[in-house]
């Protein structure tokens, strides 16, 4: 992708390196908001949302935002009332550099759960990434606001309509703590379309529900998980329908969800489970999240172990009441697992365990019980998830 697909006029980005956890990279990120843009937002339902997370939404509720204020190494969730005031103290910090009001700043961390955040590191390294404010700074951005992440993640989207170009531009970081509900992951999308408030809120939430909102690697919502979504205006395309805008927005969305769970922690192979014919759309997730939680089944894929008992016992114990099990069918790949309740008579081991050998694989599972459908995307689970996971702090 080059630079030129990573601009969005109205937006400049800055980075710097603080040495909060680490001495050897950037961790602090500055997004700039041009004045009259409109920023939209959603946050972790995690009850234990870190202070950036509360004071973040408290800003966002007062007046629209001009700068984001992002840290990596450090979530400062689980850290009180200190934690809180460690948070509004770097907003003042970069409150006083760029001469605006504390609250127009949003905070956002992501790193180690239940530490203080270094607040006195901020000051230095605040200042160096105001300095280093520009419009193409969205790659160093994606790459100072990672973690675990082993690649930084970006995606961009244009379109024209009345003779004029409209970009969508976004940068995310996530690779384990995934779960919907906001799935550790931020993600920070922006637009130069012009769109009222009310509107740019329901495009954000319809895009979140298609993409952050379908994306597991491990089932653990994070405290910190935000994701913003800013349009500036500048290209000067007013938007009043949501339309081919919306599917703009949603292929941003979407390619940044995915690019987390193919940078999941340990993960080797990218997994779509996809569920048709449920009665509702709830009863087709219910199914959907069962199998991709399930370590037996996410172990079974990193094995290459065409194990599909696994996957009839995950659906089974979705709790999908009255399931007629007779009705059910199954698929591994174009392999048919399970036709109508019955094991398919054209399955053989050699089939499923080919298509368990692939890097991507796609589940479908038909309830036959009615029209709904959804997808779900995962991992798998393996030994580099355990080991990262318990040497995070080490």
């Known amino acids: 992708m080059s630079r030129k697909d990573l601009l969005i006029n109205g937006i400049r980005l ?8 680490q001495k050897e990279r950037d961790d602090v990120a500055v997004i700039e908001i041009s004045e009259g843009s409109q920023v939209a937002a959603v946050f972790t339902q995690n009850a234990f949302c870190a202070a950036p997370v509360t004071i973040a939404k408290q800003h966002l509720s007062t007046q629209s935002p001009r700068y984001l204020l992002i840290n990596s190494g450090n979530a400062n ?3 009180g009332q200190e934690g809180y005031q460690d948070a509004l103290d770097t907003c003042q910090m970069l409150a006083d550099e760029v001469s605006c009001e504390c609250e127009a700043i949003l905070p956002f961390s992501t790193g180690v759960i239940g ?5 006195a590191l901020f000051n230095q390294a605040l200042s160096d990434a105001v300095q280093d404010l520009s419009e193409d700074g969205w790659e160093a951005a994606s790459r100072a606001i990672m973690t675990t992440d082993t690649v930084a993640k970006q995606a961009s989207f244009h379109f024209e309509t009345e003779g ?15 779960r919907p509900d906001m799935a550790t992951m931020l993600a920070y999308i922006a637009t130069d379309a012009d769109i009222d408030s009310d509107l740019l809120d329901q495009c954000c939430q319809n895009a979140v529900e298609k993409s952050f909102n379908r994306i597991t690697v491990d089932g653990d919502t994070s405290t910190n998980d935000s994701c913003v979504l800013i349009a500036t205006g500048r290209s000067g395309v007013r938007i009043n329908q949501l339309g081919r805008f919306q599917e703009a927005v949603d292929h941003v969305f979407i ?7 193919r940078d999941g922690e340990g993960a080797t192979k990218f997994i779509t489970i996809g569920v048709k014919g449920g009665l509702d759309k709830k009863e087709a997730l219910q199914v959907a999240y069962t199998i991709a939680h399930s370590p037996l089944v996410k172990t079974a894929f990193f094995a290459s172990d065409p194990n599909w008992g696994r996957l009839l016992a995950a659906i089974g114990r979705a709790g999908i009441s009255d399931l007629d099990i007779g009705k059910v069918s199954v698929k591994l790949g174009d392999v ?9 008579k054209t399955y053989t081991e050699e089939k499923g365990a080919a298509v368990m050998a692939e890097k991507e694989i796609t589940v ?6 009615g029209t709904a459908s959804e997808t779900v995307w995962t991992c798998d689970l393996s030994y580099d998830y355990v080991k990262i996971n318990a040497e995070y702090r080490t």
């Open 336 to 344: 048919s697992l399970i036709e109508a309740g019955e094991p398919a």
């Open 115 to 119: 530490e203080r955040l270094p607040t």
């Open 77 to 79: 969730a689980g850290t």
């Open 164 to 178: 004029k170009k409209v970009s969508v531009v976004g940068i995310a970081k996530g690779s384990g703590m995934i």
């Open 255 to 261: 390619e940044l969800a995915q690019a987390i769970i």
């Open 364 to 369: 479908t599972i038909d309830l036959a019980r």
């Open 14 to 21: 800055g980075t710097a390196c603080a040495g909060i956890r």
